[in-house]
């Protein structure tokens, strides 16, 4: 498996401190040029690499950490989305009207045409996010949810070697909902900050 974030800010940097942690290798990208974000990029660690949007579009699992409302600019970065997982790390505050009636990472599955789309890393706060997910031998833990359950097992297996505890919710308008922003109204589970002694 391959890995990219797209979107280098709070969140896109949480992600790459997980990766660092573990030494897997990771792309990272945003609208800037490679050159602007390597500091940052060496900084976390020697495993994260900032490359051209493009390049960094080639990874197979690719995941989006850009403000809600960019998606679709990222989405037409490439010609088909084909055989790509993308994991949806955004939150929408966006009023439901604006999203089709659909919960927001359904609106970003419809961007993203041929891609197998995984809502996960969206509930914690970066800080969280960024921080070691191991503390007192339990896991934090991270919430899967997805229409396609082929995608979910290697979201899951990476959720894990990061060391998280990944927890499957099912699908994204059943369990997943549980983790989507509508509005003003958060889901019952964002901001909750789990562990659970096994992974
Ligand atoms: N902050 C949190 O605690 C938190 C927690 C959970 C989820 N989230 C969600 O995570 C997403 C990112 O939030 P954030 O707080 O990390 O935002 P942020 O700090 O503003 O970072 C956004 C990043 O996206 C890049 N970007 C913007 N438009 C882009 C485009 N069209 N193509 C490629 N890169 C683009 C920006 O870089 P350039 O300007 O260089 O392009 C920047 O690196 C949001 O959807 C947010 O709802 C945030």
Redesign the pocket.
């Given at each position: 498996m391959s890995y990219a974030i797209?979107?280098?800010?709070?969140?896109?940097q949480a992600l790459a401190h997980a990766f660092a942690r573990k030494n897997i290798d990771v792309t990272v990208?945003?609208?800037?040029p490679p050159e602007a974000l390597a500091p940052q990029a060496r900084a976390i660690g020697p495993t994260v690499i900032a490359k051209l949007?493009r390049e960094a579009l080639e990874a197979d699992t690719i995941i989006l950490?850009?403000?809600?409302g960019?998606h679709r600019?990222?989405a037409k970065a490439l010609p088909s989305w084909k055989g790509k997982t993308v994991i949806d790390?955004?939150?929408a505050l966006v009023p439901p009207e604006e999203l089709d009636g659909l919960l927001s990472s359904a609106f970003v599955a419809k961007a993203f045409t041929g891609a197998k789309l995984v809502k996960a890393f969206?509930h914690?706060?970066?800080a969280t996010l960024a921080a070691d997910p191991i503390v007192e031998g339990g896991h934090r833990v991270v919430f899967l949810s997805g229409d396609d359950e082929d995608a979910i097992g290697p979201v899951m297996a990476l959720a894990k070697q990061l060391g998280f505890a990944p927890v499957k919710l099912g699908k994204l308008n059943e369990g997943g909902a549980l983790v989507h922003a509508r509005g003003r109204v958060w889901g019952q589970l964002i901001f909750q900050d789990l562990f659970k002694k096994e992974q």
């Open positions: 797209v979107g280098f800010g709070k969140v896109g990208a945003s609208r800037r949007l950490a850009v403000p809600f960019e600019e990222v790390a955004m939150n969206n914690l706060v970066a």
